[in-house]
Nanobody
Framework: QVQLVESGGGSVQAGDSLRLSCAASGRTTRMMGWFRQAPGKEREFVACIWSSSGNTYYADSMKGRFTISRDNAKNTVYLQMNSLKPEDTAVYYC?????????????????WGQGTQVTVSS
C-alpha cells in the first residue's frame, strides 16, 4: 500500500508560481507522477519522475514551465509550476505508478492522493 498526500495548491494570478508537494508513505514506488483534472475534462498527465534514475518526463504543454523533482530522503515529490495560466486551473493529483505500460495513462497508476486545487485568475 502507498499513501499519498498533496499540498501546496491555492489561488494565484496569471504569471505567478506555485510549488506542489506530495508526501508518500508505505512501500517504495518505481515512479511518481502528477496529473490534473479541470472541470468537465478528463484527468491528464502532467509529469513523472523515476525513483532510481531521477529521469523525468513531461506533457508537451507543460515543458519549460513545470518542473518535477523528488527528495528521496523525505519521500516527497514536488511540482514547481511557473508562469501559470488560467488554463492551468485544475485539481492536481499525485500518483504512484504500479503498471508496466504508458506513463501517461491513469490506468497505470494504482495509488492516488486526494488532490489539491490550483486556481489561476487572469
Amino acid at each position: 500500500q502507498v499513501q499519498l498526500v498533496e499540498s501546496g495548491g491555492g489561488s494565484v494570478q496569471a504569471g505567478d508560481s506555485l510549488r506542489l508537494s506530495c508526501a508518500a508513505s508505505g512501500r517504495t514506488t518505481r515512479m511518481m507522477g502528477w496529473f490534473r483534472q479541470a472541470p468537465g475534462k478528463e484527468r491528464e498527465f502532467v509529469a513523472c519522475i523515476w525513483s532510481s534514475s531521477g529521469n523525468t518526463y513531461y506533457a508537451d504543454s507543460m515543458k519549460g514551465r513545470f518542473t518535477i523533482s523528488r527528495d528521496n530522503a523525505k519521500n516527497t515529490v514536488y511540482l514547481q509550476m511557473n508562469s501559470l495560466k488560467p488554463e492551468d486551473t485544475a485539481v492536481y493529483y499525485c500518483a504512484a505508478y504500479t503498471g508496466s505500460g504508458s506513463m501517461w495513462r491513469t490506468s497505470e497508476y494504482n495509488y492516488w492522493g486526494q488532490g489539491t486545487q490550483v486556481t489561476v485568475s487572469s
